[in-house]
């Protein structure tokens, strides 16, 4: 979803006529069950090209009501019901329909996934009964690994259109998540065999459910957990008391466009290794070239041979390209002893 929210009141008398509450962003919210539902107003943007070749944007109002799954389902899922599809040309001629077996969904839906067992698995039995459900009653019904989505066309809804779409979000969210709950795929097995006595190790608390650990390590807060979309992947984040520099961000040199657009920032650390793999964005460059020069800018590049390095303001994040679990305690280890080196060169440049 993508657009932008409105003021409180452009909800009109919806709240009061459904019992429903209106939050300090703006966003309309109820309940269904123990799940939290959702809605607010943005635009959606169709593009096209006219006979003489010139691109046109157009965008229209939509009301979107959503159910967010904590933890992610973590599939690589993508589901779209068929009247849907126009809005979603693209993706559906590029990616696999997968069909799960039940006939009214598989007319209904369009579904691809990273991993086509698990979302068969995911989707069949009460899911599919409860999506079907939704796509008869909303024309366009989407899931994927953070949410199930009623989009509605324009900002002003009647009330049994909106009592409608929250009831199947509803109901379609708790089905989906009792589902995801029951379901568990081999990588997972893996990270629950390893990170626990592993993390334990090094003084994490590992979350089975969320398959994630967090703790305090030499002072700094860490958080390891897998990241899901396209890919699984690991991700370590090291997250320090204070910036290790004001304005600091810190990315890979081939990090597509947005390397592109950073490049003409770009602040020269004087390590050749590292400025070659990085590029650096800083308010103070002295102070920049102060907290990286060294063993941090060696940790750092020794850092990026195994994974995606990013840093922001007081947080170095470490993404590594698949599920990592005999190495995961060795990756932390790393992660962090970088970020205490770039910490303690930041309280000496202020000192």
């Known amino acids: 979803m993508f657009g932008w929210f409105r003021r409180r009141d452009d909800w009109g008398d919806l709240p009061k006529s459904l019992g429903l509450q ?11 069950g123990v799940v939290e539902l959702f809605a607010s107003h943005g635009a959606e943007r169709v593009s096209s090209t006219d006979a003489r070749g010139v691109q046109r ?11 967010r799954f904590e933890p992610k389902l973590r599939l690589g899922l993508s589901v779209a019901s068929t009247n849907a599809l126009t809005r979603f040309v693209e993706w559906a001629r590029s990616s696999c329909d997968i069909e799960i077996g039940d006939p009214a969904f598989d007319r209904a839906f369009h579904c691809a996934s990273r991993d086509p067992a698990g979302a068969r698995s995911l989707l069949s039995g009460d899911v599919a009964v409860e999506l079907t459900r939704a796509a008869s009653r909303h024309a366009i019904v989407t899931v994927n690994d953070d949410e199930v989505c009623v989009t ?22 708790e089905a989906i ?3 995801r709950r029951g379901l568990v795929l081999p990588w997972e097995m893996q990270v629950r065999e390893h990170w626990d006595a592993a993390l334990a190790r090094v003084g994490l608390v590992f979350d089975p459910v969320r398959l994630e650990a967090r703790g305090v390590i030499d002072g700094l807060f860490v958080t390891v957990t897998i990241d899901g979309g396209d890919s699984l992947a690991t991700e370590v984040t090291v997250v320090a008391p204070a910036p290790f520099a004001h304005g600091l961000r810190v990315l890979r040199q081939d990090q597509g466009s947005v390397s592109k657009w950073f490049r003409g920032q770009d602040i020269i650390i004087g390590e ?15 102070e920049v070239r102060a907290v990286l020069r060294g063993e941090p800018a060696a940790r750092l590049v020794a850092l990026a041979n195994d994974g995606e390095v990013h840093i922001e303001n007081n947080a170095l994040t470490v993404r590594f390209a698949q599920v990592e679990t005999d190495q995961i305690a060795a990756l932390v280890e790393a992660t962090v002893e970088a970020a205490s080196l770039i910490a303690r060169n930041a309280s000496g440049f202020l000192g």
């Open 177 to 179: 998540m009792a589902s």
């Open 57 to 67: 944007h157009d965008d229209f109002p939509v009301t979107w009501i959503y159910a």
């Open 22 to 32: 209106v939050d300090g962003r703006g966003l309309l919210r109820g309940e269904w």
């Open 152 to 173: 509605e066309a324009g900002w002003r809804l009647s009330p049994a259109t909106v009592a409608s779409a929250f009831e199947v979000v509803g109901r379609s969210a």
């Open 272 to 286: 050749p290794a590292f400025d070659d793999a990085f590029v650096v964005k800083g308010e103070n460059e002295p």
